[in-house]
């Protein structure tokens, strides 16, 4: 079995920076493809209903 206290600190912390740098550039390559794929959210998003909420506050606020 592998253990991790077999290995210097220094090597264990090499390790895990290098996963997390690994993992965090596979989740923006894979959210770049899925948005790609499927495109801007048009509704059902609490962005989408953010915007269309401060649209309408806005255009009460100002007539013009």
């Given at each position: 079995?592998?253990?991790s206290?077999?290995?210097p600190?220094?090597?264990?912390?090499?390790?895990?920076?290098?996963?997390?740098?690994?993992?965090?550039?596979?989740?923006?390559?894979?959210?770049?493809?899925?948005?790609?794929?499927l495109?801007?959210?048009?509704?059902?998003?609490?962005?989408?209903?953010?915007?269309?909420?401060?649209?309408?506050?806005?255009?009460?606020?100002?007539?013009?």
């Open positions: 079995m592998f253990d206290h077999m290995l600190p220094e090597t264990v912390n090499i390790v895990i920076s290098t996963l997390s740098s690994y993992s965090t550039t596979l989740t923006i390559i894979i959210a770049l493809a899925l948005d790609l794929i495109g801007e959210a048009k509704k059902y998003h609490y962005l989408v209903g953010f915007g269309w909420l401060t649209q309408h506050v806005e255009s009460i606020l100002n007539p013009d």
